[in-house]
């Protein structure tokens, strides 16, 4: 009789992925940092006796009257800078499917069906509160989003040591998360559609496409980049898609005698630029909600602002919780040696910290400056507070654990450049 391998979950990757993994998480911390601290300046902005010239300053119309161009400082942050944000997370998707834990269909099938249910329980559990007091439904995918960067700003306050099998696990959620976000707001948060416009993104898409795979011109790649992101900004589909499409064409895999891919390198010019720009950029334009003056209290008794907080906190953590222990259920998995069930608790606790996106879905839903958006941002804010607490205490509890493993991850007695606890799973590689 041949008995099986048991199956695990949450087991480290190869040692290559695990570094890269790494790499990209330690700068999405440092956007993270700067990112709370945009979005801190921008409340206490918002909340002091010089809050008009707040909203003045992010109402500021800049750029030329053609095209649709002439945006407010704040549009122009939601459609022009988190374009670049949905570019990396396109190209991000594309290297997880090619390379990373989604090119497994086997290993792949956890990190997606949390990620799903970690949009599908939030969105019914926000209908919910807005049919039992008479709320508006539109705002249901506000709190179906991840906040990859504030979540590890979170991890690196509260100092905890997440060993790489559960800190890919949360990248990889995060991806999907946000390949998710990205084809609801071109779903369902478009109201009209322009078919010329729509047609000259495609064809600026197509030559894009073939470029990147024919003699890679940096400046007629920047073109056409520019081009459908342009023609998706007046299609009526949201600019931020385009981002994601280009991101998807770019090329992960090192062709001919190249050391690194194009993606590759686009990534490491780029995601700097991302994580301490763009993202703190728009957090500083998009959070800015006052709370002084009165109205907190209608703010705190609004449907929508209870279907968001209930939705990243309760949602978040029953989705991702639960759809993480079906599929270990259904597929007869076990959890790796060194891990328990109390820490995919606490990260699913920790992707209810929501930000980036769910105010951008919030701006699109009911509109920028409205008293709904105000009120959205004011359940955002709080329902990540609120996630990013109750995700210390449980992941805190396990530091030593972690600290331990980490040590382990990190040991290399040979002295090759490759942890040995990698180099026992098999040939690696140092380069």
């Not at 009526?236 to 895999?253: D, K």
């Amino acid at each position: 009789m041949t008995i099986r391998p048991i199956r695990r979950v949450f087991t480290r990757g190869d040692w290559p992925e695990a570094r890269r993994v790494a790499a990209l998480l330690r700068q999405e911390t440092v956007g993270g940092a700067l990112l709370l601290f945009a979005a801190l300046a921008a409340l206490v902005w918002a909340n002091s006796p010089w809050r008009d010239s707040y909203h003045d300053l992010v109402a500021a119309m800049i750029g030329p009257d053609v095209l649709h161009l002439q945006l407010s400082l704040a549009h122009w942050t939601s459609d022009g800078l988190l374009a670049i944000f949905f570019f990396l997370a396109g190209l991000e998707l594309k290297h997880e499917f090619t390379h990373g834990a989604l090119r497994d269909p086997g290993k792949a099938a956890v990190p997606i069906v949390a990620a799903c249910c970690g949009v599908a329980i939030p969105a019914i559990l926000y209908a919910a509160c807005q049919a039992l007091g008479a709320g508006a439904l539109e705002g249901w995918a506000i709190p179906t989003a991840t906040d990859i960067a504030f979540a590890l700003a979170v991890l690196a306050v509260i100092g905890t040591h997440l060993p790489s099998a559960l800190r890919s696990f949360l990248l990889t959620l995060a991806v999907v998360d946000d390949l998710i976000a990205i084809t609801i707001i071109a779903l369902f948060y478009t109201s009209s559609i322009s078919p010329v416009w729509l047609a000259v993104a495609l064809v600026a898409l197509a030559g894009f496409g073939l470029t990147m795979r024919g003699n890679r011109n940096p400046l007629l790649l920047l073109t056409l980049g520019l081009i459908a992101w342009l023609a998706v900004l007046n299609s009526g589909v949201h600019a931020t898609v385009a981002g994601v499409a280009l991101g998807l064409l770019v090329p992960v895999s090192p062709r001919g005698d190249e050391r690194s891919s194009l993606g590759s390198r686009i990534d490491s010019r780029l995601r700097p630029f991302s994580a301490a720009v763009c993202v703190p950029l728009f957090a500083f334009c998009a959070a800015g909600v006052t709370v002084v003056g009165g109205g907190l209290g209608d703010a705190l008794r609004d449907p929508v602002t209870i279907g968001v907080v209930v939705g990243l906190v309760l949602g978040k953590t029953v989705g991702v919780f639960g759809g993480t222990a079906l599929m270990v259920r259904l597929t007869r998995a076990q959890l790796d040696d060194d891990l328990e069930w109390s820490d995919v608790f606490g990260l699913s606790l920790l992707a209810g910290v929501g930000f980036t996106v769910s105010l951008l879905i919030g701006e699109l839903a009911f509109g920028s400056g409205s008293a709904a958006d105000e009120h959205v941002k004011l359940g955002i804010l709080a329902g990540s507070l609120l996630a990013a607490i109750l995700a210390s205490v449980v992941l805190r509890s396990r530091n030593a654990t972690y600290r331990r493993i980490q040590q382990q991850e990190s040991l290399d007695e040979d002295g090759d450049g490759v942890p040995d606890c990698y180099a026992e799973d098999g040939p690696q590689t140092a380069s």
